[in-house]
């Protein structure tokens, strides 16, 4: 707290940060019913916070979201925070509102690896935090462990003697318990809003700075326009006040407040002053990014920028050149996923995008294979229609050396999976640094390998340990660049004909490796129907009938019954192309195509490269 400096007590601001699947959000649900947001019978839905489809439909938090719940009639701000690394971009700037933090932890799990990473921004960002051991009813629980775990989490992340002197709970929060002691008995959550109340420090501001807010997240509303969301640092504002918006540099941009408004629960509320301290939402500026801050005109002074870290992933996104073009996305042209790529960016701060010589194609830059994939996944479901690469990591160059992305991967598998694991990460050049065998039938394996290792090989993991293995990886740094390895072991096989996949073809090219389509799928020139058993590709005829003649056979024909074909989910596609190959995005498909769809020119472009290896 500086010298001269209030606080506002009516207010708390409290992140929630916890791993994937530690139930954050459950949590979050139930402070909302026993905060008393609901009257009595209201029905009310599960997740509130999980507001977007895809959220719902991956039981996981991709957005940062904002709330608050009011108890003993002091409203507290509760700040929502995804779980998985590749959002951390959603993580750093919700932390830039928040004064304290919660951190869940599984009680059988433990803390687990993007634990490590949000907590490390936390201290990073000199937050206090609040530890709940949550789901203690798990029949293997073992709450005593993991709260050892994470002591020895805190002073391996260099947490300071104030920070290590933390409050600790246990939870059962799909329940709505919260207590002290393991053999309390208690039905409610009394005790948590207790202590984020009486232990967890309120805002703190200077009374005689000028109003400040510095701008953490962007919205937009089709009555009010652009809508700047944050915390307001100093001073307050009224509507109708006239501003000014500090940008890059030091820019400035007259701006005059048309609306102020405040959480109230889950919904905004229109108010008429703003607090110091508090988390707004102010419409009346169009022009408007992440990191600035909001001031007063006669006192302009701009707050610390949001910094994230730089993306270690890029993926090329380009317009569809494909003969199905236009037929199932209303937005095709790449005027229009520009737009939208560059929105992205406004509202995403670990986004960047490149234009390429190229006008139809882009280079999206982000943390990792999944935040592209759901961004990819959000824009098919905005009617757009796209084409992107294989995801690739961004390596840096120092002193004429090649470093590329090195991540910490911690493997938990059964004992009888551990060969085929140790196996194909060594392949994948990655170095085991720890294993531990407890003798109960599964192992932990600890590894250092290269980010680029691991795009694709998460799907091969689940099929290798017959879907009870759980791998988790964070960002440990960079280093030299440790060679190369094989992707893929087997080639494509490419439809040479625009047309429909016969049931006939289909059958007998089943003997040739896996395929992709049923019959009665359109196809075309270039378009990847399947998987060869080979290393190269192959050229075929997937809309051959049989031929037809007057002679009769002296028994009957076999009927044609083709092998039925699981379809390819957008991330498995993505982890499936080759450097050559491209996934087309629909609205209503996936397919797999060549990047030179025509078979001549794709042949010729194979043979100058083989002929110019030959000669190096």
Do not use: W
Request: proline share 4%; hydrophobic share 35%.
């Amino acid at each position: 707290m500086k010298k001269n400096s209030a606080v506002n007590d009516k207010l708390r601001n409290v992140a929630i940060i916890a791993h994937v699947d530690h139930g954050k959000t459950t949590l979050v649900d139930a402070m909302f019913k026993q905060s008393g947001m609901f009257r009595e019978g209201q029905a009310v839905d599960d997740r509130l916070m999980d507001s977007m489809d895809l959220e719902r439909e991956r039981g996981i938090t991709i957005a940062a979201k904002n709330c608050s719940v009011t108890c003993n009639g002091i409203k507290i701000n509760i700040i929502d925070t995804p779980g998985h690394a590749d959002f951390g971009g959603e993580v750093e700037r919700a932390l830039s509102m928040a004064d304290s933090a919660i951190l869940l932890v599984d009680a059988s799990e433990g803390p687990l690896p993007q634990t490590r990473f949000v907590l490390k921004k936390t201290f990073e960002a000199g937050l206090p935090v609040l530890v709940i051991i949550n789901k203690i009813d798990r029949k293997d629980a073992r709450p005593d462990e993991v709260l050892d775990m994470v002591y020895d989490l805190f002073i391996d992340l260099g947490a300071t003697d104030k920070q290590l002197d933390f409050t600790y709970l246990y939870a059962i929060g799909r329940d709505g318990i919260v207590k002290r002691e393991l053999e309390e008995d208690v039905d409610h959550l009394t005790v948590l809003f207790d202590i984020i109340i009486n232990e967890m420090p309120a805002p703190s501001y200077d009374p005689e700075a000028p109003f400040q807010m510095l701008v953490s997240d962007l919205g937009y509303s089709d009555y009010l326009g652009r809508l700047a969301i944050g915390k307001v640092f100093n001073g307050s504002a009224a509507s109708n006040a006239s501003l000014v918006c500090m940008g890059e540099n030091d820019t400035q941009k007259q701006l005059k407040v048309s609306k102020l408004q405040s959480y109230d629960g889950i919904t905004l509320v229109p108010v008429a002053q703003v607090d110091t301290g508090d988390i707004v939402v102010l419409a009346g500026i169009e022009d408007v990014k992440i990191g600035d801050t909001i001031c007063t005109r006669e006192n302009p002074l701009a707050l610390p920028r949001i910094s994230v870290d730089e993306p270690t992933v890029f993926m090329r996104f380009a317009i569809n050149t494909s003969p199905f073009a236009g037929r199932e996305g209303k937005n095709v042209q790449s005027r229009k996923i520009r737009e939208r790529l560059l929105k992205e960016t406004l509202l995403n701060v670990a986004i960047e995008v490149e234009e390429s010589s190229n006008d139809d194609s882009f280079v999206v830059k982000g943390r990792g294979e999944l935040q592209l994939a759901i961004l990819i996944e959000t824009m098919r479901r905005e009617d757009f229609e796209v084409c992107v690469g294989r995801p690739r990591v961004i390596y840096r160059e120092e002193n004429g050396q090649t470093l590329e992305p090195i991540e910490h991967l911690f493997v938990d598998c059964d004992e009888n999976f551990m060969g085929v694991v140790t196996e194909k990460l060594s392949v994948r050049k990655g170095k085991m640094t720890n294993l531990v065998n407890n003798g109960k039938g599964r192992v932990h394996l600890e590894f250092s390998i290269p980010s680029r290792s691991l795009i694709g090989y998460r799907d091969e993991f689940m099929t290798d340990t017959r879907g009870t293995g759980i791998l988790n990886s964070y960002l440990s740094g960079y280093e030299p660049y440790r060679g190369d390895f094989p992707v893929r072991y087997t080639g494509s096989i490419v439809c040479d004909r625009q047309g429909k996949a016969v049931p006939y073809a289909l059958f007998n090219l089943e003997p040739r490796g896996r395929l992709l389509i049923s019959p009665g799928t359109p196809v075309y020139e270039g378009m990847v129907i399947g998987e060869h058993n080979r290393h190269s590709d192959i050229d075929v005829n997937a809309c051959k009938e049989k031929k037809l003649t007057n002679m009769r056979a002296s028994g009957k024909d076999d009927a044609t019954t083709c092998s039925p074909v699981k379809p390819m989910t957008l991330e498995e596609a993505i982890h499936f192309i080759r450097d050559d190959e491209m996934v087309e995005v629909t609205p209503s498909s996936i397919r797999i195509r060549k990047v030179e769809l025509n078979a001549s020119k794709r042949h010729l472009l194979a043979g100058k490269l083989k002929k110019k290896d030959t000669e190096a």
